[in-house]
Each structure stands twice: as C-alpha cells, then as structure tokens.
C-alpha cells in the first residue's frame, strides 16, 4: 500500500484532471476537492438545476414565482397530489429500513425543517479488492418522485481511469436511487459523481448531484 503523503499527492493531481475533463454543466456548482476521505460513505448536499416547466405541466404540477423570484413546483391535479404522497411515504419507509445509507438517513433527518440540501443528497462509496478491482457504490436521494436520470461515477487512478454508467438503470419513482458497481482500475486515485450529474423530478425539478468525491489505493 502507499504511504499516505504520495496517495494525498496523486489525489489531488487526479481531482485536477476531473475537473478539466468532466466540468460543469446546466447551472451547478462547481465541486470543491479538498483530499477525500481514505474510507467510507461519501455524502454531499445535492444542488438544485432550476425546474423544467414543460414536465411539471404535462405531470400536473404548478410553478409558482414568490415576491422574491424563487420558483417553486407545487401538484395540484388529484393524480398528482396522489403521486407525490405514495413517494414520500415509499421514500421515508426507505431511509428508516436501512435501504439509504445510515449516513444519508441521519444527514437528511438533521436537515428536515431547513433550507439546506432541499434538493436531497448524493454519495458515492469505493473499495479496492485484488488483481485492481474498483467496487463502486453510489445514489442520491431526492425529496420528490423522479422521471428520469442520468447518473454516473468517473473513477481516475494513476495508470487508468473508467466511468461506471448508472443511467440506464430505471429512475426510481419514490426519489431513493442506489447502485453498485465493479470494474478495474490500475493505481491510486479519485472517484466522483460529477456535478452534471442528475436526476429530473415529476415536479420539473432539476437536481443535481453535489459532487461527492471518495479516494481509492
């Protein structure tokens, strides 16, 4: 195993070249890389994209525009309303059952009544095995039903790098998204959700992923 000076070097050289080769896109922040932790669940606030007007009308939601110019996304048809209801019953059964994460499930309870992270949460998690074999386990959770996402974690080590695409695993309707992963990558390094990264709520909400980041040997 490396020492813990040359992993923190090779770190922070990899998170530069994350962010030159994946960026930013469609409004969020960008991500911050201090040196990631050596282990454990990786958990960030999520950022919110805007909302798409166009699928909150065809799914039955209202936008609204405070004094202040903030958009709100509000049900109003009976489908709706009954929609949203299912999903924050269908999501709360997941963060007590232990299917989120105990780290999310204590963030997003610490968080219930405030402004923060009002677009959810989003973590990413790797293991090196043998023979440079990366497991990857990743998801986000959002405080509404989801139509569609498009997720995914670049993972760069020294001698090679490789994305592990989620997207085409369907979007979960109650808002609570979690996947796994394996493939190999070669040396130390950096895995992160991307801050493009993304799931599009039935309200028309857009929610980016926060970016989490996690460092592998």
């Not at 968080?111 to 949460?121: E, K, P, Y």
């Not at 039903?145 to 790098?161: D, K, L, M, P, Q």
């Not at 709520?201 to 992923?209: A, K």
């Amino acid at each position: 195993m490396r020492g813990k000076s040359v992993q923190a070097a090779v770190t922070s050289l990899v998170a530069a070249a994350l962010l030159v080769t994946f960026g930013t896109a469609g409004g969020a922040q960008a991500a911050t890389f201090d040196e990631p932790a050596d282990d454990g669940l990786v958990v960030v606030a999520n950022t919110s994209g805007g909302i798409r007007e166009d699928i909150a009308a065809a799914n039955g939601y209202e936008v609204v525009t405070a004094p202040d110019g903030t958009k709100t996304s509000v049900p109003v048809t009976p489908e709706a309303i009954a929609f949203e209801e299912a999903a924050a019953a269908e999501r709360e059964a997941a963060i007590a059952s232990g299917v989120v994460p105990a780290e999310v499930a204590q963030l997003e309870l610490a968080r219930r009544g405030t402004v923060d992270g009002n677009c959810g949460s989003s973590w990413v998690e790797t293991t090196k095995g043998g023979s440079n074999s990366l497991y990857v386990t990743t998801g986000y959770v959002v405080f509404g039903a989801v139509v569609t996402h498009s997720w995914r974690v670049n993972a760069v080590g020294f001698i090679s790098s490789r994305t592990f695409e989620f997207s085409n695993i369907g979007a979960p309707n109650a808002g609570v998204f979690n996947g796994e992963a394996a493939g190999t990558v070669i040396g130390v390094g950096v895995a992160v959700v991307p801050v493009n990264a993304y799931a599009v709520l039935r309200s028309g909400q857009l929610c980016n992923s926060g970016g989490p980041t996690d460092s592998f040997n």
